[in-house]
């Protein structure tokens, strides 16, 4: 064997020998270093004969199914801190069902008082929590020892009849002024208000709960958005009488 023949055959035992080194785990009893470039065979000890790049081997990458169960693992790790995170956050809701992708894709929980929710992993790990119970404490800190008057009133224009329930403050007018104030823009364009209930709570509080109640109990009857006459509170209106015998009074 000349000289460079020499040199060749050690240059190949090192570069098989340096990957002995880095991955104990494989077996490299029959590789065949041809450069850096090619592709040589190895066997994983787990899942059999392999071929990968000489330099990515030299660079640490290894079995790719070992990397995807290590990938695995991690991810179902740390899907379950991110699960507990909320948990040990909002220990009011169910998370039994919450499936977690990344910090910023939506995940369903369950609220005690609303039922199934959707919202963004980011917003409830910076802890907010169910729209609804927001708006509740929102509408809580607007209402709460104020007088406030819940009404129940009759929309009608030339193709649609629909009836909404509402809250609003009394302030300084009569209760039906109060009424009549907040939708002053439709009645002055033409639509048809008839006030057909109210009643005056002391704590606002109790109206918006009443409110909330009749919403609940007529879900099925509420308006499509699209179909509204007035230009908001979709949510609140409906598409027939829901209070044939008026319980407000």
Known sequence: MNENNQNASL???????????????YDFSKSVYKGSL?????????????????TNLKNGTACIL???????KLNMLDEKKAIDDLILLH????????????????????????????VFYNNLKAGKGCLSCARKL???NYYENKKTII??????????IQYKIGVCLKKRFTSENAIKNRYHTEIKNKIKIEILDFKLYENGIEAYDLE??????????LILKENMILD??????FNMNVLNEFILN
């Open 151 to 160: 009404y129940y009133i009759k929309i009608e224009n030339d193709f649609f």
């Open 91 to 118: 220990p009011n809701y169910d998370f039994s069902k919450s499936v977690y992708i990344d910090s910023g894709s939506k995940i369903t929980y369950i609220c005690p008082e609303h039922g199934l929710n959707n």
């Open 66 to 72: 070992c990397s995807n169960e290590k990938l695995s």
């Open 38 to 54: 090619n592709k040589i065979i190895f066997y994983c000890n787990i899942h059999g004969k392999q071929s990968k790049r000489y």
């Open 212 to 221: 909330q109640l009749i919403i609940k109990n007529n879900q099925n009857n």
């Open 11 to 25: 240059n190949k035992k090192k570069a098989i020998d340096d990957l002995i080194l880095l991955h104990p785990n």
């Open 232 to 237: 908001s509170g979709f949510t609140e209106t």
């Open 138 to 140: 929102s509408a809580k």
